[in-house]
């Protein structure tokens, strides 16, 4: 999990982290924090293990730290955050010790982690799944307001 420590410090990570929790900071929906981004790790590694799926846990740990970075520049600019986010990720991969392979996989499930289809590589169906199911929508004070649809909403316990 050495590479997952090395995208957490990296500075341009660090400095994308710093910027979307100071756009989110009064946010009433759900925010895209470190917590959330392990949520999605841990419960992407829990889905591939109960599914026998080969897929390994540091891809899927750097994946889901990296899935939503690309918020703030949403927020910002308007791009759209799985765009922004590849090609933030794009650069710290590049940076890091990763196979040209690996960075593939890895981009390519920011890039549709936004997808429910089936047509996508395993790591994004695990990431697209981990992502919605890591939200507890049955706590929060703000689902009646939120444009999440029902069928994506999480209103009870599941893992």
């Avoid at 420590?5 to 994308?16: T, V």
């Avoid at 939200?135 to 209103?155: G, T």
Wanted: a negative charge; charged letters at 30%.
């Amino acid at each position: 999990m050495k590479r997952v420590q090395e995208i957490w410090e990296h500075p341009l990570y660090q400095q994308n982290l710093k910027e979307l929790t100071q756009l989110e900071a009064d946010r009433i929906f759900c925010r895209h924090t470190p917590e959330h981004f392990l949520d999605v790790a841990r419960l992407a590694y829990i889905f591939s293990l109960e599914r026998g799926i080969s897929c390994p846990r540091e891809l899927i740990y750097c994946t889901a730290l990296l899935h939503d970075i690309g918020r703030a520049e949403q927020y910002t600019v308007g791009t759209p955050h799985d765009e922004a986010g590849a090609r933030i990720a794009e650069t710290i991969l590049s940076d890091l010790d990763f196979s040209s392979e690996e960075k593939e996989a890895i981009l390519s499930a920011i890039r549709e982690h936004r997808s429910s289809s089936d047509e996508v590589p395993v790591l994004s169906q695990l990431i697209y799944e981990a992502d919605k199911k890591s939200r507890n929508c049955f706590l929060c004070v703000a689902e009646p307001e939120c444009y999440w649809s029902p069928q994506k909403k999480n209103m009870t316990i599941q893992y």
